[in-house]
């Protein structure tokens, strides 16, 4: 045993950008400098600790050791126990726990908030409110991968999604505000659907007989677990009856139930994605809002999208995402085309980068349709992988913009001359997201067509094409920025300042790591993937 | 049938259970009489500040009497007074413990804001008309019989009249308390002369012997049945501002003194709302043996009411520019919040309605009120109601603003927030019933209000006003914000203890359904 699992760890890292956060509201208003060492020296505590947790992991069972449960509401049904039949309640747990699915993010999370936390620096206005919405942002995206109870998940997703609206509608560019709207509007859709299928699952598949000595309650509740097991086997509550539930069904749900259930959360994170028709809004945030935000934002804001489609609609309905697994693919495919076509289009590197981010996360959608171990290691290992590159580009998006005021493709040009190290940076993260071998960007995809391959080779060739307009979109971008003639205003520029060049660094060699070592993160994936995904690939068995 | 009248005399024992609404009369007396006692020069806050000792000393009342009721067993049996028309219940008291609370949070709102109405030339009316008006929301909520529950909805109506119009040189304020007479004499009249064809079907205005009476009566006279019950249900529905019976609030909210609309908003919709889950629940009208078709429609027929409030509520929402007519919209979704917990059926495995009820109630009634506050901080800082007058808060009064965000998490459903829970807790029951199309509305009217909502966010955060000066606010109205915004906070925090104690003392069999 470690240490490890003698302390509330995971309560630790959730709850240690809140004390950041007391602090920054105590510090007198004007000392900017003060407030962003406060932040940064908060992002590395959750950093450190998930680090540590990381490297404690696969010693493990699984993660189970680092569990932790408390009852946090309990609502009672029915008082009046009518016909000799037992208490009914509601029960949401304060419930948290890692697996290999989350545990990566988790890390990511961190790391990324960390990076984020440093390019802060180029935030010129109402610190103390910054600091104080990125560090509840971070809260609330710890918490969406640690949470493992769906009502603790669901809040943590809107606790997400407010600090998100203010950060990007006070900091943002020009039309912040439209931004920010849309963006509220959107994902308030998306997360609506969510709810509606929580609590649809909550009352349904939550089912649980809890027995107490003489006292037998039967609980609907929130819990993860509870609700896995029953989905994954729909007569595990009668086990635990005793007899005195009569002729009360409370666990019934037919096949057309499944199926609008998963429809419902394929929606519902399908906007977080995006998956291709409801992508507009992220394109608003990824030109209007400030870098460090963006960073987040395409970091892992979009990963929550996919985290949740995997852990709510895939191993809750592995059945019925079997069915819609060639509904998938296709969306993948789309995604993947349609973002890179539109990526080449684009005038503007910021919008590149967006629609860059839409053809990745196709990538992640073809993983997981393929159903098999390998597909779905490449999606996750995908979204690892452009977390930190979507998040190094920003990254050096913001650094330019600050120096030359525009990202208009037209109007830069020939930078490797004034900045070799931040272009030197920008061409490696172009070939990570290009997917050169021997960066992370390369084995994600790789292992995703790789699994697809095996159940839709026709598909693979037609997404073997957008990896090829990949690299055509990217090149055509870090060129036109790094080479060619240099304007004369942009003649006196300064290279990145150390503040900038840390982070950089720090993520590149992530990025250099996964793609030399990827067994560093798949063996970890492997844990869960094993355990977990264990339905999912049941279901090929059967049809 | 008819037998002539007779007086059922009220005993010294009697007083004693009254004592809450007793006490809030003789304050009213006393405050009226000092108002013509007192010279000129004295202020009248001091009749503002003793109508709040009346309010706190009856709420001790209540309590007291609540946790001598509950000591014996797990939910004590009711007192009936007066052959039944008045009622002491856990039901009862737990209403008026959210009224009274409400009050004393308005009254002190009234204390602060009171030097910048300018309009108001009777000041103490101001405040010593808001406790019969309080008492006949408590006589609402306690009263066992027809009769009891009119002349206390008349109670609050009448004085509520008065109070809208109170200021006096203000068109918006004489129009708004002329529309309130109108629209409120009409409810008034429905509800009445549904009442009327419930008696004469039953032969009784008493609750526990219409239930008795009721069975053979839905036999004999099925379309009168009908119309007893879709007349007081659109009756109350006008009280409680429920769409489609909603057109009035905007206006009355808006020319109201700001303290009397978050009044109106909170307790007298919270009363009407009272009135009607004690009236349906008492006939027992979910298991009325003649025929089970009639339950059912009428808790359709409810259902779609709050439906059609949520949706209509926040559609008409998005297109307003006043603070306070927004409010008031927002109220009207609400009421549909809080009819859906009437609404939906009990079954075995669900019956803990009026938990979900009265959670959000209380939940309503610390954001609306909080809400309300801020405008009135707002409005004597601009000058006006208009939501531009919001524009660059977060520079002037940081603090208030980040309240404002807090209430405003609340009222769109958003956590950490009271708001959110309850909320939930009603999703909850509405899911558990099967009641999915509901669920989605719910959920789907939430988002919509994001818009409205978050619209005065983008005001106090992210735009700037013309001034900048720091806007001071009075230490009441500080108080009123800040106890809203801990609550609203706290719920959200930890609903638990609340939903538990709610059902620890309260039981439908036993306060409500009435045994004979």
């Known amino acids: 045993m470690s240490i490890l699992s003698d302390i509330p760890i995971l309560s630790f890292i959730l709850l240690s950008p809140l004390l950041g956060l007391l602090v920054i509201l105590l510090l007198p208003k004007q000392r900017s400098g003060w407030m962003k060492t406060a932040a940064v020296i908060t992002t590395l505590v959750p950093l450190i600790l998930s680090l540590w947790l990381y490297t404690d992991f696969d010693k493990q069972q699984g993660g189970a050791s680092f569990e932790e449960q408390h009852t946090w509401v309990e609502v009672p049904l029915n008082k009046e126990s009518q016909n000799g039949v037992s208490e009914f309640l509601f029960q949401f747990q304060y419930e948290l726990g890692v697996d290999g699915l989350s545990l990566p993010l988790l890390l990511l999370t961190a790391l990324v908030s960390a990076m984020a936390a440093l390019a802060a620096v180029h935030v010129k206005k109402r610190w103390k409110a910054f600091f104080s919405w990125f560090l509840l942002l971070e809260t609330g995206m710890l918490g969406v991968f640690l949470a493992r109870d769906l009502f603790l998940f669901f809040i943590f997703f809107e606790i997400t999604l407010i600090a998100m609206y203010f950060l990007i509608g006070i900091w943002g560019y020009f039309k912040r505000e439209r931004a920010a709207n849309q963006f509220l509007i959107y994902n308030g859709i998306g997360s609506a659907i969510m709810l509606i299928a929580f609590v649809i699952l909550v009352n349904t598949a939550g089912f649980r007989i809890d027995q107490v000595g003489e006292q037998v309650n039967f609980i609907y509740s929130g819990s993860y677990t509870d609700i896995f097991r029953n989905m994954a086997d729909p007569t595990a509550w009668v086990n635990m009856s005793p007899e005195q539930l009569g002729s009360i069904n409370p666990f019934l749900m037919t096949d057309a139930m499944q199926r609008a259930l998963f429809i419902m959360l394929l929606v519902a994170f399908g906007i977080k994605l995006p998956i291709f028709p409801f992508h507009t809004w992220m394109l608003k945030v990824h030109t209007e809002a400030t870098p460090s935000i963006v960073m987040i934002h395409s970091g892992i804001l979009l990963k929550m999208g996919a985290y949740g489609l995997l852990r709510f609609g895939f191993l809750l309905f592995p059945g019925q995402a079997r069915s819609f697994a060639s509904l998938l693919a296709v969306l993948g495919l789309v995604n993947l085309l349609y973002g890179a076509i539109l990526a080449f289009r684009q005038r503007e590197f910021k919008l590149v980068l967006a629609y860059s981010s839409i053809s990745h996360m196709g990538i992640v959608l073809l993983g997981f349709a393929a159903f098999n171990e390998i597909g779905m290691q490449g999606a996750v290992f995908q979204l690892i992988s452009h977390g930190l590159i979507s998040a190094l580009l920003f990254l050096i998006v913001g650094s330019i913009y600050e120096r030359t005021g525009t990202t208009e493709l037209n109007e830069l040009g020939g930078l490797a001359r004034s900045m070799p190290f931040l272009s030197g940076v920008l061409l490696a993260a172009g070939l990570a997201s290009l997917g050169l071998p021997g960066l992370s960007g390369f084995v994600g995809e790789f292992l995703s067509l790789l699994g697809l391959f095996e159940s839709m080779r026709w598909l693979v060739a037609a997404a073997a094409l957008g990896i090829v307009l990949t690299a055509v979109y990217v090149l055509r971008a870090v060129l036109k920025i790094t080479y060619g003639p240099l304007p004369e205003r942009f003649g006196a520029l300064r290279d990145a300042r150390l503040v900038e060049a840390v982070p950089m660094i720090v993520l590149l060699a992530f990025i250099l790591l996964l793609g030399c070592y990827p067994s560093i993160l798949t063996d970890t994936v492997q844990l869960s993937v094993e355990g977990l995904l264990k339905p999912i690939f049941a279901t090929r068995a059967g049809g | ?516």
């Open chain 2, 1 to 516: 049938m008819y037998e002539g009248v007779s007086f059922v005399p009220l005993t010294w024992t009697d007083m004693l259970y009254l004592a809450p609404e007793l006490a809030l009369a003789a304050v009213f007396l006393i405050a009226v009489i000092l108002d013509l006692l007192l010279p000129k020069a004295v202020n009248r806050q001091v009749i503002g500040w003793l109508s709040l000792a009346g309010i706190l000393a009856s709420l001790a009342l209540v309590v007291i009497r609540m946790i001598d009721m509950n000591q014996g067993g797990v939910s004590a049996e009711a007192i009936s007074l007066l052959a039944n028309s008045y009622r002491i219940d856990d039901f009862s008291s737990l209403l008026k413990i959210v009224f009274l609370t409400g009050t004393a949070l308005i009254v002190l709102l009234a204390i602060g804001s009171e030097r910048d109405e300018g309009g108001i030339a009777d000041k103490a009316e101001y405040f010593y008309l808001l406790l019969p008006a309080l008492m006949g929301a408590m006589m609402m909520a306690s009263s066992g019989n027809l009769v009891s529950l009119y002349i206390g909805l008349e109670l609050l109506s009448l004085t509520s009249y008065v109070l809208v119009g109170l200021k006096r040189k203000s068109v918006l304020s004489a129009e708004a308390a002329f529309k309130y007479v109108v629209t409120g004499g009409i409810s008034s009249a429905m509800v009445l002369f549904g009442m009327s064809y419930i008696y004469g079907i039953t032969g009784s205005v008493d609750l526990g012997l219409i239930s008795e009476a009721l069975p053979q009566a839905m036999i004999d006279f099925k379309a009168l049945a009908y119309v007893g019950f879709f007349f007081m249900l659109a009756g109350f529905g006008i009280k409680i501002a429920a769409a489609p019976f909603h057109a009035w609030a905007p206006d009355v909210y808006q020319g109201a003194p700001t303290p009397i609309s978050a009044f109106l908003a909170v307790i007298a919709k919270g009363a009407a709302l009272a009135a009607i889950f004690r009236m349906l629940y008492s006939i027992k009208l979910f298991n009325a043996s003649g025929d089970p078709y009639m339950a059912k429609d009428i808790y359709f027929i409810l259902l779609v009411l709050a439906a059609s409030a949520m949706l209509i509520g926040t559609m008409t929402a998005l297109g307003q520019k006043n603070a306070k007519r927004l409010l008031a919209l927002s109220g009207v979704a609400n009421a549909g919040y809080l009819l859906v917990p009437i609404g939906i059926s009990i079954t075995i495995v669900h019956s803990s309605n009026f938990s979900e009820f009265v959670f959000y109630l209380v939940a309503y009634l610390l954001m609306t009120i909080g809400a309300f506050a801020v405008v009135t901080v707002v409005s004597r800082a601009v000058g006006h109601e208009e939501l531009k007058g919001f524009a660059g808060m977060y520079y002037r009064a940081p603090w208030t603003a980040a309240a404002m965000v807090i209430f405003i998490l609340s009222l769109a459903g958003l956590p950490v927030s009271g708001g959110f829970f309850g909320k939930l807790f009603i999703l909850l029951g509405a899911a558990n019933a099967k009641a999915y199309w509901l669920v989605a509305i719910i959920v789907v009217s939430s988002v919509i209000s994001y818009y409205f909502y978050f619209g005065l966010v983008r005001q106090m955060f992210m735009r700037s006003g013309n001034d900048d000066s720091e806007i001071r606010l009075s230490a009441a109205t500080g108080i009123v914000i800040w106890v809203c915004a801990a609550g609203t906070l706290g719920l959200g925090l930890f609903p638990g203890p609340l939903m538990t104690w709610i059902d620890a003392v309260f039981s439908i069999t036993g306060d409500l359904i009435m045994g004979r």
